[in-house]
Nanobody
Framework: QVQLVESGGGLVQAGGSLRLSCAAS?????????VGWYRQAPGNQRELVAR???????NYADSVRGRFTISRDNAKDTVYLQMNSLKSEDTAAYYC?????WGQGTQVTVSS
């Protein structure tokens, strides 16, 4: 049974930082091509935030480039999203994705 479990969300003031984690079980991140972080704010569609290949190549949404960093620890089957200089518009539920699998999401709320 595949599970992706996100953690690290919370309430933070604008300009602050959070680090999200996505821990996998039942699937080995190191053997898969891409792991991504997505987010969805109320009333909006789910959007890609960042993704990373098994080789470490990264892609970012324009809105977070330079502020967010995605990384992976293949030994721990965990992918991280370091979020710095947070803005109110970053408020959303953040989801981890690998292939057809999604985590349950973790809420990030940025107060202005």
């Amino acid at each position: 049974q595949v599970q992706l479990v996100e953690s690290g969300g919370g309430l933070v003031q604008a300009g602050g930082s959070l680090r999200l984690s996505c821990a996998a079980s039942g699937i080995i991140f190191s053997s898969n091509t891409m792991v991504g972080w997505y987010r969805q704010a109320p009333g909006n569609q789910r959007e890609l935030v960042a993704r990373i290949t098994s080789g470490g190549t990264t892609n970012y949404a324009d809105s977070v480039r330079g502020r967010f960093t995605i990384s992976r620890d293949n030994a721990k089957d965990t992918v991280y999203l370091q979020m710095n200089s947070l803005k109110s518009e970053d408020t959303a539920a953040y989801y981890c994705n690998c292939e057809i699998f999604w985590g349950q999401g973790t809420q990030v709320t940025v107060s202005s």
